[in-house]
């Protein structure tokens, strides 16, 4: 049997210990967004969904899943931190039942509760 060097052993270590935790954070984030996925309500009569083409819904990245969210130009809604960052948790979202709500900056429409945009902002 080969003997590994103590350099050779941290090195191989650090690299498993560093792939298990991105493999574990995407996971995690992959959970939370696919559990938030469950459509629970109606959309509301006479309302309309925001379309994702409508100028400001485009500028500001929003999308009704936020599993959809362009990630290459928004890593950090990627990051653990960002894990309940929805527009049901947003300041600018007044709920009008499970599953929608109206926001105060996107207002072409209803937006999903699932939803995010870059404008998102901790609710208080
Ligand atoms: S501002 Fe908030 S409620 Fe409005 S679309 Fe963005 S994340 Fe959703």
Redesign the pocket.
Known sequence: MPKTSRKTFLTKSLFLVTSLSFLERGLGLFTEVMAGNKPSAPIPEGLTPVSESDATAKA?G?HQDANRTDFTLYPERKEPSAKNQF?KH?A??TKLNDSWGK?N??AAGI?SSQ???S??SQRT
């Open positions: 500001l929003f527009c947003c600018q979202f926001c900056i996107i937006v939803g995010w945009c404008a998102w």
